[in-house]
């Protein structure tokens, strides 16, 4: 009997003791269960976060950090257009510049009255590449044969601008302006650009104000004219009369280039049919540090 006794004492006891293990294995687990939601909670709030929200516009990267995804085209106008400049040029009339028209025999003879000799006020546009110097890139043809250029800022400051370099071949001109708080664009590296590759054209077309359109570089070292050595990017940015001088952007806010021309079917017509051109930066580049290097007061020829 007493054998039967201790038999069933130690059974008892290694039957507690199991459930005592099943007890405390059932606890360990129901630990480590709620770890694992807690870690799996804060490792899902970390994704959320990272995930973009929909209908969420994403920021702006720092300038010379080029987008990804959908370009914020608002953000980029804000950042970039301060240093877009309106150039007004005080030119002579081309009444003025033919001899016989100077005397007025000839004027009254030919019956073309004084007022044909008035000069004429033209307008371009421009972009500031150096504020400290304050550099401002445009087409030569845009101040060509001027009498004196003003440069207007989105600030509402008019400021004159004197000339610092030419280059007629490849038609180029840098002025210079004095004044403080300039904006100003770096210049990218024209000779990345891809086809297709998304840009603003910022200018002041028909004398209107600044205005942007948007457009992608449809072409790369384009031909122009017959026996032109020059290279043009082209793209369907709408670049109009005015529009000249003024900058074409890529997505980070760089110049990739400074619209020159645009092509129309009809010479009679000067509307955009979208197909413009524009010089690349590589080549505004070495004019501008030549600018750099000129001296202050007068114009001087780049090539």
């Known amino acids: 009997m007493r054998s039967r006794r201790r038999l069933k004492r130690s059974s008892e006891r290694r ?6 293990e099943a007890m405390q294995a059932t606890r360990r687990n129901s630990f480590f269960l ?22 969420s516009t994403p920021p702006l990267p720092a300038a010379g950090q080029p987008l ?44 073309v009255p004084d007022s044909a000799l008035r000069p004429a006020i033209s307008a371009g546009s421009g ?24 440069i207007g800022l989105t600030d ?19 002025l210079r302006i004095r004044g403080r708080n300039l904006a100003a664009l770096p210049l990218g590296d024209s000779a990345q650009l891809q086809v297709g590759q998304p840009v603003v054209a910022i200018g002041n077309p028909f004398g209107l104000g600044q205005t942007v359109t948007a457009g992608i570089v449809s072409a790369t070292d384009r031909a122009v004219g017959e026996g032109d050595e020059r290279r043009f990017i082209q793209t369907d940015a709408p670049i109009n009369p005015g529009n000249s ?36 930066s590589d080549v505004v580049k070495r004019v501008v540090a030549q600018a750099a290097r000129a001296p202050q007061g007068g114009g001087a020829a780049a090539n």
């Open 156 to 174: 509402g400051r008019q400021l004159a601008a004197e000339p610092v370099a030419f280059a007629p071949n490849l038609d180029l001109a840098i």
């Open 34 to 55: 709620l770890i694992a939601i807690l870690m799996a909670a804060v490792i899902g709030g970390i994704v959320a976060r990272l995930l973009p929200i929909a209908g």
């Open 15 to 20: 039957l507690q003791a199991r459930r005592i």
């Open 68 to 111: 990804t995804g959908t370009t914020d085209l608002p953000a980029l106008v804000k950042r970039t257009a301060s240093a877009v400049v309106n150039i007004a040029v005080l030119q002579p009339s081309p009444a003025e510049q033919n001899p016989l028209l100077r005397d007025p025999f000839f004027r009254q003879y030919l019956g």
């Open 245 to 280: 001088g003024g900058p074409l952007i890529d997505s980070a806010g760089r110049i990739i280039g400074i619209n020159s021309a645009l092509f129309s079917p009809n010479p009679r017509s000067q509307g955009n049919v979208g197909i413009g051109f524009a010089i690349p």
């Open 127 to 150: 972009v500031i590449v150096d504020s400290e110097r304050g550099l401002v890139v445009t087409n030569f043809h845009v101040v060509q044969n001027a009498r004196a250029v003003e």
